[in-house]
């Protein structure tokens, strides 16, 4: 099956830095989304990106589908982007099932 | 708007008791449901998922069930628990592509 790993698996940073997380996945996907869980537990749907750019605020997000990665960037971040960030994805043979990244855990730093 | 609800949202249960946690979501019709369980400091694992009522798909065996008795409503359950069921139980609804997450049940069993 597919897999999806994603960079780095830790990264802690000062306050007001910048920073990418990537997702690389084996197969070709039809749904990708970025997840944030925050230290409470809830997961957070930031995006739903299965090619192209988007951005909110202070986070964007770019998935280069046929080169099978995608890219979270967080700028000027703030203590309460603190967390974990997945993404997910679905495959064409697989489309109800999403599989999930093995996360990357970012603390900030006051 | 769509809202997910999940209860409890903390349990404590003695090895070997039953188990029912339920899931049930506002504001859409017939949409996929999924129940993930998430052991602590690692990823999401999918356990059961749903594209309508009574149609429920397994992703890991043994002593977990799941049940869509409506179309809205989604139950995960044991008969009897062992300790590595342990672990943080999250609910999530997907439409168009995109999921969501309700806030989990933290399950404890001593």
């Known amino acids: 099956g597919i897999q999806v790993e994603q960079s780095p698996p830790d990264l802690i940073l000062q306050e007001g830095a910048n920073s990418t997380l990537r997702c690389n996945f084996s197969?070709?996907?039809?749904?990708l989304q970025w997840f944030h869980q925050n230290p409470w537990g809830q997961l957070i749907n930031l995006f739903y990106?299965?090619?192209g750019t988007k951005q909110n605020g202070r986070l964007s997000a770019t998935t280069v589908a046929t080169e099978r990665y995608s890219l979270l960037y967080i700028s000027s971040s703030q203590t309460t982007d603190s967390g974990v960030y997945f993404c997910?994805?679905?495959?064409?043979?697989?489309?109800?099932?999403?599989?999930f990244g093995t996360g990357t855990r970012l603390k900030v730093l006051a | 708007s769509q809202t997910i609800h999940q209860w409890p949202a903390t349990l404590v249960q003695p090895v070997g008791s039953p188990l029912s946690l339920e899931c049930t979501v506002e504001?859409?019709?017939?949409?996929?449901l999924y129940w993930y369980r998430q052991a602590a400091g690692r990823g999401l694992q999918l356990l059961f998922y749903?594209?309508?009522?009574?149609?429920i798909s397994s992703e890991v065996p043994q002593n977990l069930s799941a049940s869509r008795p409506q179309d809205r409503q989604f139950i995960l359950s044991s008969k009897k628990l062992l300790l590595s069921d342990s672990g943080f139980y999250l609910c999530?609804?997907?439409?168009?592509?995109?999921?969501?997450f309700g806030p989990g049940t933290r399950l404890l069993v001593l």
């Open positions: 504001g859409t019709s017939n949409p996929n």
């Open positions: 997910a994805v679905t495959t064409t043979s697989g489309t109800y099932k999403y599989i």
């Open positions: 999530a609804w997907s439409g168009r592509g995109t999921q969501y």
């Open positions: 990106i299965p090619s």
């Open positions: 197969d070709s996907v039809n749904n």
């Open positions: 749903s594209v309508g009522i009574g149609q």
